[in-house]
């Protein structure tokens, strides 16, 4: 009598075991964008509710063990939300390949002004103080006192540093790289020195203004 009742037992549980394992699937799929029909990653798929479900990999791939007749919803950020039934004549493994449609949402115009009202605007509008223009700017930049000030701190250009450096080299050559000679002693310039005396080019002269006036 117990042998027949664990037999029993057995059968039925070997019934419900099989009735059960054939409500089980397992989908595969591919999710793809449907303008593009390029493989969308990252979207959501999850199971009606139910607190389960997975995430498409980069490819697009996913797999996941649901029950026929369940219902499959699709979500991703920027596309329409839509939902798959799986059939109850569905195979106990099946693939399918799922499209994806753009949600465009058109948001109507809307306005920012860093002021909260009509009369602060206005007021802002009318003592706003403009910016000159871009002739006024550069007259500014080229007055005489804008370009001495620039000129003092613009370095030497590459064509007068190489000047600079070849006539150290001259002098370092003419004198042998010793002591630099007395020039007090120098009777050559002793004689420039009168002429240029007599010539009076020691006299003061006038100051002459090399740049424009404003």
Same mark, same amino acid.
């Given at each position: 009598?117990?042998?027949?009742?664990?037999?029993?037992?057995?059968?039925?549980?070997?019934?419900?075991?099989?009735?059960?394992?054939?409500?089980? &699937?397992?989908?595969?799929?591919?999710?793809? %964008?449907? $303008?593009?029909?390029? /493989?969308? /990653?990252?979207?959501?798929?999850?199971?009606?509710?139910?607190?389960?479900?997975? &995430?498409? $990999?980069?490819?697009?791939?996913?797999?996941?063990?649901? %029950?026929? =007749?369940?219902?499959?919803?699709?979500?991703?950020? =920027?596309?329409?939300?839509?939902?798959?039934?799986?059939? $109850?004549?569905?195979?106990?493994?099946?693939?399918? &390949?799922?499209?994806?449609?753009? !949600?465009?949402?058109?948001?109507?115009?809307?306005?920012?002004?860093? #002021? /909260?009202?009509? %009369?602060?605007?206005?007021?802002?509008?009318?003592? %706003? *103080? &403009? /910016?000159?223009?871009?002739?006024?700017?550069?007259?500014?930049?080229?007055?005489?006192? +804008?370009?001495? +000030?620039? +000129? =003092?701190?613009?370095?030497?250009?590459?064509?007068?540093?190489?000047?600079?450096?070849?006539?150290?080299?001259?002098?370092?050559?003419?004198?042998?790289?010793?002591?630099?000679?007395?020039?007090?002693? !120098?009777?050559? +310039? #002793?004689?420039?020195?009168?002429?240029?005396?007599? *010539?009076?080019?020691?006299?003061?002269?006038?100051?002459?203004?090399?740049?424009?006036? $404003?």
């Amino acid at each position: 009598m117990k042998k027949l009742f664990f037999i029993i037992l057995l059968l039925i549980s070997s019934l419900g075991f099989c009735q059960s394992e054939t409500k089980i &699937i397992q989908i595969t799929g591919v999710i793809v %964008e449907g $303008d593009s029909l390029q /493989p969308m /990653p990252f979207v959501h798929i999850t199971v009606k509710n139910e607190r389960f479900g997975t &995430i498409s $990999d980069y490819y697009g791939f996913f797999s996941l063990v649901i %029950e026929k =007749g369940d219902t499959i919803e699709f979500s991703s950020v =920027g596309y329409h939300r839509n939902q798959f039934i799986l059939p $109850d004549s569905i195979s106990n493994t099946s693939s399918i &390949i799922h499209v994806m449609m753009k !949600d465009t949402v058109l948001l109507k115009e809307f306005s920012v002004y860093p #002021w /909260p009202t009509r %009369e602060q605007f206005k007021y802002a509008f009318m003592h %706003e *103080n &403009i /910016p000159d223009n871009g002739n006024v700017r550069a007259k500014k930049n080229l007055s005489r006192n +804008a370009l001495m +000030a620039a +000129a =003092g701190s613009v370095p030497m250009s590459g064509s007068t540093t190489y000047k600079y450096e070849l006539q150290n080299r001259y002098t370092k050559l003419y004198q042998g790289y010793g002591t630099a000679p007395n020039r007090l002693l !120098d009777p050559i +310039a #002793w004689s420039k020195f009168i002429k240029a005396w007599k *010539n009076g080019d020691f006299k003061k002269k006038k100051n002459i203004n090399y740049l424009p006036n $404003d």
